[in-house]
Each structure stands twice: as structure tokens, then as C-alpha cells.
């Protein structure tokens, strides 16, 4: 009865990855803001202790 096939779903790694990007910028703003350059820079280490451990 339903012989059609079902499209492949639109890839949206691009926009993900900008909208991240976007967040990131805005909520280190705020971070800069209440708490100055010293704590953006620790969340910016922390951030890529992260990422390193999330990549091994």
C-alpha cells in the first residue's frame, strides 16, 4: 500500500554548530560580566579539559 520511500533526513551539523557557538559566546559574555576575565579564562580551561578527555 505504501511504496514510497522516505526521504533522508536534511543534515543540520552546520546549524548546530553555529547555534553552539552562539551560546558559548553569549554565555561567556554573561560569565565576563559578572565575574571578569579571570573566570572566563578558568571556564575556557575547564572547557578544554573537557574536550580532551571527551576525545581519548
Same mark, same amino acid.
Given at each position: 500500500?505504501? @511504496?514510497?520511500?522516505m526521504?533522508?533526513?536534511? @543534515?543540520?551539523?552546520?546549524?548546530? #554548530? $553555529?547555534?553552539?557557538l552562539?551560546?558559548?559566546? $553569549?554565555?561567556?559574555?554573561?560569565? $565576563?560580566?559578572?565575574? /571578569? %576575565?579571570?573566570?572566563?579564562?578558568?571556564? /575556557?580551561?575547564? #572547557?578544554?579539559?573537557?574536550? @580532551?578527555? %571527551?576525545?581519548?
Open positions: 500500500m505504501n @511504496d514510497h520511500r526521504a533522508s533526513a536534511p @543534515d543540520y551539523t552546520t546549524a548546530v #554548530l $553555529w547555534m553552539a552562539l551560546n558559548l559566546l $553569549w554565555m561567556l559574555g554573561v560569565v $565576563w560580566a559578572l565575574f /571578569g %576575565l579571570p573566570a572566563v579564562m578558568a571556564a /575556557g580551561y575547564v #572547557l578544554n579539559l573537557g574536550i @580532551d578527555r %571527551l576525545r581519548r
